[in-house]
């Protein structure tokens, strides 16, 4: 990844430290810098490499003096000025100003005042009343930041899904080659493909629990061990926590259910075991009719079921419910009645309708995309360059006359493609909808994808809607503009967006970026739902990131998506047809 962020955060913290000692004006500066550095879709350190620090002021609300302390960066790897700030605050403030009510002139009075530098000692304060007694301070405010303190922390803890998946492929591949291991399955969030990741939980069906945990912790990926037992075990690898539970074969089943969750799902199904007189734990699964008291012992009554997760579902007269669906939205009453989902496989996916080549700001040529992709196993892909406009500086992006010779030379690419090229681009949308290409232009490439890159905070609603109601646009590309913890995007009215995409027969992406896995399932759930088609595409930068498309697809299977739902599971002369529609 590009250095945008870490120069975005340095940025943002500068303006905190600014803020902390009552500058004023300066700090929005920064922060304005901050996000459009964040959103800029070239890496700072290609455009300094390429032009030095006047390429880096070309970039919107950077100034020359925000672009010598980027080039400062990117030449020492620190910002002078940020390391004096923070000698004269030495707090973690990151972490501090993640408190929800803690801005950093909280930091800055209540370092002043009490010393307090980290989370803990914030929390050891407000827990010894020492709050309140600070001038501009009071009981409320104090309870306020002590009730706050929990989810900060644990919203600075999460990780993406696609820095912890590769973590636990790997445990898994490890634990499936190991003689004392019958059955190895991730389980928690992982296994649902939640965007955020709190713990990666891995399960372990064997009789020898002191062979499996001695070797996960003599595991080559084991950075550090937290914590272990005898059946289980806590390590760090490669920055992520793991959770790993050995249980014998007979009880995997269960095992597997229980710690797959989601909490709320388990709860709602053991409700509905109870109705049943049944009882169901991470033990199995037991008839407790004839028990006087179910609650005696965790394994009690007669034991109906346990050993495989079908089994367990089964035992409740239900079908296996994909763990993607296991968030309590209705998935329990739909199993009940057989009318869950076919949700779409990554095995479903024909092709990608949005990549990028070294025309824009892509690393591999369209021949080397077309030859990754086909590799890959698509039928077809999408090149989907940008164009300039909003959002887009430092010379990224093709004007009409750039996009229509870079068509050419796919279409040209084409004829000797052994998959289906489409001739794209990906067009920005203006505040106000506008698309950033002509008219004539749009006619004549096959495949518009258009993207939100620029003022990407407060309602979004209005300026989707009207990109939708552009005949020429075929796609709305990452429709919020989300970056997972880091930026929540614009604000939607998703019934709208759906209701107009269906109404126009635009499609919506699912941006399958784990930066962005956006659309968000719980939209994508309501984009179905009102007819609207999805398209599920990963926005490659270069061959190593066609991969993506699985986070994508997982995504999709969160919000309830089939086959049917999705563009880019028809085949080339599917989509040719929609396209031309
Ligand atoms: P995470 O790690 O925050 O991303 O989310 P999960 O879902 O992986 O949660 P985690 O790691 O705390 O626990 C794994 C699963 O174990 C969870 O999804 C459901 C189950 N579980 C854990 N604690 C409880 C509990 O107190 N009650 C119930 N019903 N289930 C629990
Ligand atoms: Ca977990
Ligand atoms: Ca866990
Ligand atoms: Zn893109």
């Keep these: 990844m590009s250095k945008n962020a870490a120069v975005a ?41 390429e032009g030095g620090e006047d390429a880096l ?31 004269g605050l030495p707090v973690d403030m990151a972490a501090l100003t993640a408190v929800e009510g803690v801005g950093p002139k909280t930091v800055g ?23 309140r007694e600070v001038t501009g301070f009071g009981a409320k405010t104090e309870a306020n930041i002590l009730e706050n303190i929990p989810f900060a922390r644990e919203a600075r803890e999460r990780s993406l899904l696609g ?3 590769p973590v636990a492929d790997r445990i898994v591949a490890f634990f499936a080659g190991h003689e004392a291991a019958e059955t190895v399955e991730t389980a928690g969030s992982i296994r649902r493909w939640r965007p955020t990741i709190g713990d990666v939980d891995v399960l372990v069906a064997s009789d020898d629990g002191d062979a499996i945990i001695g070797a996960f912790e003599a595991w080559e990926g084991t950075d550090s061990v937290i914590e272990a037992g005898t059946n289980k075990a806590s390590v760090r690898s490669e920055g992520q926590r793991v959770d790993l539970r050995v249980v014998v074969p007979e009880e995997f089943g269960a095992a597997l259910q229980y710690f797959t969750g989601s909490k709320d799902h388990n709860v709602a199904l053991r409700n509905r075991a109870i109705g049943m007189d049944l009882k169901v734990n991470e033990y199995g699964v037991f008839d407790v009719s004839a028990v006087d008291d179910p609650e005696a012992s965790q394994r009690v009554g007669t034991r109906v079921a346990g050993e495989t997760e079908a089994g367990v579902y089964d035992a409740l007269g239900l079908p296996l419910i994909p763990p993607e669906l296991r968030e ?45 992709a086909a590799d890959y196993g698509h039928e077809y892909l999408g090149i989907a360059d940008h164009a300039t406009g909003p959002g887009m500086v430092g010379g990224v992006g093709l004007d009409d006359e750039e996009l229509l010779a870079h068509a050419d030379a796919v279409r040209e690419a084409n004829d000797d493609a052994s998959i289906e090229l489409f001739a794209g681009v990906e067009a920005n949308i203006g505040t106000e909808g506008s698309i950033s290409v002509g008219d004539d232009a749009l006619e004549s490439l096959d495949c518009v994808v258009a993207s939100p890159h620029s003022a990407l905070d407060g309602d979004g609603t209005d300026r989707l809607v009207t990109a939708i109601e552009h005949p020429a646009v075929d796609v709305i590309g990452h429709p919020t503009g989300r970056l997972l913890n880091q930026r929540p995007g614009h604000d939607i009215d998703i019934e709208r967006v759906a209701a107009a995409a269906a109404d126009h027969d635009t499609v919506l992406e699912i941006n399958a970026d784990p930066r962005r896995l956006d659309l968000r399932s719980s939209y994508a759930k309501v984009a179905i739902e009102a007819g609207a088609t999805i398209s599920i595409n990963t926005d490659a930068h270069g061959v190593e990131t066609l991969d993506y498309m699985r986070f994508g697809v997982h995504t999709a299977r969160r919000g309830w998506v089939e086959p049917d739902d999705v563009l880019n599971c028809l085949d080339a002369a599917g989509v040719r047809a929609f396209l031309d529609r």
């Design 9 to 49: 955060a340095l940025l943002e913290e500068m303006a905190d430290h600014l803020e902390a000692r009552d500058v004023e004006y300066k700090p929005n500066v920064y922060r304005r810098a901050a996000d459009s550095i964040l959103g800029h879709t070239v890496a700072v350190e290609r455009l300094y490499e």
């Design 57 to 87: 002021d070309e970039i919107e609300d950077v100034g020359d003096a925000i672009a010598a302390k980027t080039a400062e960066f990117l030449e020492t790897g620190t910002i002078g000025e940020l390391e004096e700030l923070r000698e």
């Design 328 to 372: 309590n939205r209705d998935e329990i009453r739909r199993a009940a009645e057989g009318t869950l989902p076919t949700l779409v496989e990554c095995g479903d996916v024909l092709g990608d309708l949005h990549v990028h080549t070294t025309a824009s700001d892509g690393t591999a040529t369209i021949v080397e995309m077309a030859e990754a």
């Design 109 to 131: 009075a209540l370092y002043e005042a009490l010393g307090i530098e980290t989370l803990d000692d914030l929390e050891a304060a407000a827990e010894a009343g020492e709050i």
């Design 163 to 165: 820095d912890a998946r």
